[in-house]
T-cell receptor
Framework: GEDVEQSLFLSVREGDSSVINCTYT??????LYWYKQEPGAGLQLLTYIFSNMDMKQDQRLTVLLNKKDKHLSLRIADTQTGDSAIYFC????????????FGTGTRLQVFP | DADVTQTPRNRITKTGKRIMLECSQTKGHDRMYWYRQDPGLGLRLIYYSFDVKDINKGEISDGYSVSRQAQAKFSLSLESAIPNQTALYFCATEEGQGSTGELFFGEGSRLTVL
């Protein structure tokens, strides 16, 4: 497909792990990104992964990249209420002169 | 103070009115972007500029225009607003060539067209 796809909603219990999935469009994208949007705010870069990597870990965050399937995931360990936000994946395909293409966003709700 | 500032933060207007949304940045970045966010549709690119003399259409430019008055300022205009332009609008900056492509966003301008 032509769109960067994400599921719209995810609900998890505090302390559990969250996994947010994304299917992107172009296997030649150099970087893949995860942005976080907290309520009433703009997007902020959470983490990114270079396309020659399979995995990147940063404290509670783990990014997994499967280039063959064009699949990107973000795992948040020990999910907290402050993690409640919308998470966007994004890619920068060369055909788009390196401008980012964003997914639809996944709204993560963390309940106690 | 925010590095990327958008004004106004909220605006309600009527169909047919001209609206300007302004964006200014203190990051010294060359590249600036305007996106709109709609529920379930993510962010869609309206216009972008890689430098003061450069203006480019994004995927949904119809009904919008922009002006890059200086490196630090990029404004978005709706010449004759219509209800389906009701959305949350974001300005973003990027360092430019050689960067990792990270975008820095303003806090958004919520526009309602009645």
């Amino acid at each position: 497909g032509e769109d960067v796809e994400q599921s719209l909603f995810l609900s998890v219990r505090e302390g559990d792990s969250s996994v947010i999935n994304c299917t992107y469009t172009d296997s030649s994208s150099t970087y893949l990104y995860w942005y976080k949007q907290e309520p009433g705010a703009g997007l902020q870069l959470l983490t990114y992964i270079f396309s020659n990597m399979d995995m990147k870990q940063d404290q509670r965050l783990t990014v997994l990249l499967n280039k063959k399937d064009k699949h990107l995931s973000l795992r948040i360990a020990d999910t907290q209420t402050g993690d409640s936000a919308i998470y966007f994946c994004a890619e920068n395909p060369p055909y788009n002169t390196d401008k980012l293409i964003f997914g639809t966003g996944t709204r993560l709700q963390v309940f106690p | 103070d925010a590095d990327v500032t958008q004004t106004p933060r909220n605006r309600i207007t009527k169909t047919g009115k001209r609206i300007m949304l302004e964006c200014s940045q203190t990051k010294g970045h060359d590249r600036m972007y305007w996106y709109r966010q709609d529920p379930g549709l993510g962010l869609r690119l309206i216009y972008y500029s890689f430098d003061v003399k450069d203006i480019n259409k994004g995927e949904i430019s119809d009904g919008y225009s922009v002006s890059r008055q200086a490196q630090a300022k990029f404004s978005l205009s709706l010449e004759s607003a219509i209800p389906n332009q009701t959305a949350l609008y974001f300005c973003a900056t990027e360092e430019g060539q050689g960067s990792t492509g990270e975008l820095f966003f303003g806090e958004g301008s919520r526009l309602t067209v009645l």
